[in-house]
Antibody, heavy 123, light 108 residues
């Protein structure tokens, strides 16, 4: 079955860096784009970044542009989120999610999600 | 960026009720609208994509529709397991794919 497992979260001081990983299994990883979505404590979902299946295209939310970098290693079925210059407002559960595109190529959605990994930015 | 405004932010309904949640886009997004359900302490789960297509395995009491830039998630015959927060998400054009603020559904 499709499975996404995030890791790498923890407590980090403001200004420091952290790298999250998301290991995928149960599907052909290099056929799918991948996304990161976060959720601050008690708050709603915030889209963070995505990367195309071949890794050639990436997009970021304005709130993380220039500080976060998304990458993937298709040989390891893993997507990463490198986070630097972390701020208190980056504190959140970070989810990775798989993007599925309709057969017509018209529609897309996030149909598989990991359990999330908590990042706490605090001194 | 396209903003999504969801309403209400919370609601309380009884078992068997019909519940309606609305999401309004700040710009035209055609039918590029998905709905997710997030139960307490869990990851989000896809309910509906492309405005009205039910994801496999989702009960038929869930449905989606649109009118102009207004999108609606309807839950017919509300069940105890529907206790959750529901989010809309637009996927028009290149990301960012913005989410609505969420609607928390409580059972009376």
């Amino acid at each position: 079955q499709v499975q996404l497992v995030e890791s790498g979260g923890g407590v980090v001081q403001p200004g420091r860096s952290l790298r999250l990983s998301c290991a995928a299994s149960g599907f052909i990883f290099n056929n799918y784009g991948m996304h990161w979505v976060r959720q601050a404590p008690g708050k709603g979902l915030e889209w963070v970044a995505n990367i195309w299946s071949d890794g050639n295209n990436k997009n970021y939310a304005d709130s993380v542009e220039g500080r976060f970098t998304v990458s993937r290693d298709n040989s390891k079925n893993t997507v990463y989120l490198q986070m630097s210059s972390l701020r208190a407002e980056d504190t959140a559960v970070y989810y990775c999610a798989r993007e599925t595109i309709s057969q017509t190529g018209t529609w897309d959605w996030l149909d598989a999600w990991g359990h999330g990994t908590l990042v706490t930015v605090s001194s | 960026d396209i903003q999504m405004t969801q309403s209400p932010s919370s609601l309380s309904a009884s078992i068997g009720d019909r519940v309606t949640i609305t999401c309004r886009a700040s710009d035209r997004i055609y039918s590029y609208l998905n709905w997710y359900q997030q139960k307490p302490g869990k990851a989000p789960k896809l309910l509906i994509y492309a405005t009205s297509t039910l994801q496999s395995g989702v009960p038929s009491r869930f449905s989606g529709s649109k009118s102009g830039t207004d999108f609606t998630l309807t839950i017919n015959n509300l069940q105890p397991e529907d206790l959750a927060t529901y989010y809309c998400q637009q996927t028009y054009k290149t990301p960012p794919w913005t989410f609505g603020q969420g609607t928390k559904v409580e059972i009376k």
